[in-house]
């Protein structure tokens, strides 16, 4: 068979490939909000597309389309594929987007440069494989390094590691073979350098795909779980959680504590200075009670909005003197801090339980006890903590002053 046209058929089967995978795409999402990382890897199929398809016409068209303009497009399909998966990774920060930039149009220019100097062959194989196996570099590191990373990305973090190493090897067979070492060289190198194409455009198209599709489900299932304005657990998701977290409990034998509290004449607040700065005032709690428990607590604690402006802390493995001084700390982060950025202070007050887990124990429960004890705390004067101490026949408040 023909050499001409059997690289002829691999270059349009490339080309088709990208074409359908963007059209498959498109399709798909078409419906879907507009997706910035989406349609960064739609433009980088595209521009592979193009690419492959002026290589087609090499020998035909002047050198400097079917090699410079198709490697300067091959870059740019590389930069924006990268670029597409690390904004799926929410990793594409104004700096690393700046860097990535410079990189990419060093990458063109010195293409172009040594094509123009007339170098041989083998070193322009060598300088395209070095430049796009770098462009992988950091995409891979964060697929790969990131310890919240789901099985799915380190695998495809693992698979485009391959690629990354196979770019080199290629490099590195060039300095050995030279121009042989070319796609359109007949030999080894060339059906090895075939295979690598389609494996990485598949792994590309496919690989994108399913982290796409996984981070669709993770963004609806946040956006189920979590309260849309302060980004805390909603209640459906925190009593689903707590309830979880107290079986787990009770076949350890353990304890659990669980704090209600709300903002101190929050409708005076809403009715003095607008829904729009009340908002801005439970925005401003969860920031601050969010940053309080991660410093005081491991990451097991839940925290969720009960509604309106009442909220819930549910830690494990906590006795009624731990629970009572977190109560506190939380207390304190609010009231010896007034915000800068609102035009009013504000207080809390906290309702603590703390009761042995039990499988049968109701959350409804937990908050009964807890809304007393936050009662108690009102009428003590706001801006105050009050437990409920559980013993053998009765539930006694007692009440922490602050005055």
């Not at 339980?353 to 705390?377: E, K, R």
Request: aromatic letters at 10%; one cysteine or more.
């Amino acid at each position: 068979m023909n050499i001409n046209l059997d690289m002829k058929t691999v270059f349009m089967s490339l080309v088709l490939g990208h074409i359908f995978t963007v059209i498959l795409i498109s399709a798909y999402r078409r419906s879907s909000v507009k997706d910035r990382a989406v349609n960064t890897f739609i433009l980088a199929k595209w521009f592979q597309a193009v690419a492959w398809a002026m290589l087609i016409f090499r020998g035909i068209l002047p050198g400097i389309f079917s090699i410079v303009l198709a490697n300067t497009l091959l870059f740019t399909g590389a930069a924006l594929e990268t670029a597409a998966l690390l904004i799926l990774q929410q990793s594409y920060s104004r700096r690393v987007r700046i860097w990535h930039l410079l990189y990419t149009i060093v990458c063109i220019a010195g293409f172009a440069a040594i094509y123009m100097m007339n170098v041989s062959e083998g070193t322009r194989i060598i300088y395209a494989s070095i430049g796009t196996a770098l462009f992988l570099v950091y995409p891979v590191y964060r697929l790969t390094r990131d310890p919240h990373a789901s099985s799915l990305k380190r695998l495809v973090g693992y698979l485009y590691g391959v690629v990354l190493i196979s770019m080199l090897y290629r490099a590195l067979a060039t300095l050995q073979l030279g121009s042989q070492a070319g796609l359109f060289s007949v030999g080894l190198s060339q059906t090895v350098s075939f295979i690598a194409l389609y494996l990485i455009m598949i792994l590309g198209n496919v690989g994108f795909v399913l982290l796409s599709k996984e981070q669709a489900d993770m963004d609806l299932l946040r956006m189920a779980s979590y309260d849309e304005m302060t980004d805390v657990l909603n209640r459906r998701t925190f009593i689903v959680e707590s309830r979880n977290t107290i079986h787990k409990l009770a076949r350890q034998g353990k304890q659990v504590s669980f704090i209600l509290f709300d903002i101190d004449a929050y409708k005076t607040i809403n009715d003095t200075y607008g829904h729009f700065t009340g908002d801005r005032v439970l925005t401003d709690m969860t920031d601050r009670i969010r940053q309080c428990l991660s410093e005081l607590t491991t990451e097991d604690y839940l925290f969720g909005r009960y509604g309106g402006d009442e909220f819930a802390v549910l830690l494990p493995d906590t006795d009624e003197q731990q629970a009572a001084a977190c109560a506190e700390a939380l207390r304190r982060a609010i009231a010896d801090h007034p915000p800068d950025v609102l035009p009013i202070a504000y207080t809390i007050s906290l309702g603590v339980v703390t009761v042995p887990a039990t499988a049968d124990i109701q959350m409804n429960t937990l908050y009964v006890l807890s809304d007393q004890a936050l009662y108690q705390a009102k009428r003590a004067g706001r801006n105050q903590v009050a437990v409920h101490m559980l013993q053998p026949d009765r539930i006694e408040t007692v009440h922490m002053s602050h005055k």
